[in-house]
Nanobody
Framework: QVQLVESGGGLVQAGGSLRLSCALS????????MNWFRQAPGKEREFVAA????????VYTDSVKGRFTISRDNAKNMVYLQMNSLKSEDTAVYYC??????????????????WGQGTQVTVSS
């Protein structure tokens, strides 16, 4: 059974930075593409960023390009989301998700195999 545990959320002023972390346990980390999603109050969960098992391929939703960076450390079974220039519209619960990397990119919520419990990010304007 795979477990994902996020950390690093909190309250930050607009323009500030946060780094989210996600630890995976229970399976071979390098077999999974890792993803970050977020869900704001009253809205559907949406894709934010993804990274393939090798770390060489990353994908971002347009609204975070140039501000967020996803990275992973396979030796530590960790994935990170560095968030800079935060905006009030980035306020949401952020979720880490793992999907078995079978060579086909699929960023849908329904395509994820495992989810973390989420961490709250609040950006004050």
């Amino acid at each position: 059974q795979v477990q994902l545990v996020e950390s690093g959320g909190g309250l930050v002023q607009a323009g500030g930075s946060l780094r989210l972390s996600c630890a995976l346990s229970g399976r071979t980390f390098s077999s999974y593409a890792m993803n970050w999603f977020r869900q704001a109050p009253g809205k559907e969960r949406e894709f934010v960023a993804a990274i393939r098992w090798s770390g060489g391929n990353t994908v971002y939703t347009d609204s975070v390009k140039g501000r967020f960076t996803i990275s992973r450390d396979n030796a530590k079974n960790m994935v990170y989301l560095q968030m800079n220039s935060l905006k009030s519209e980035d306020t949401a619960v952020y979720y880490c998700a793992a999907r078995r990397d079978v060579g086909v990119v699929d960023l849908r919520v329904s395509a994820m195999n495992y989810w973390g419990q989420g961490t709250q990010v609040t950006v004050s304007s």
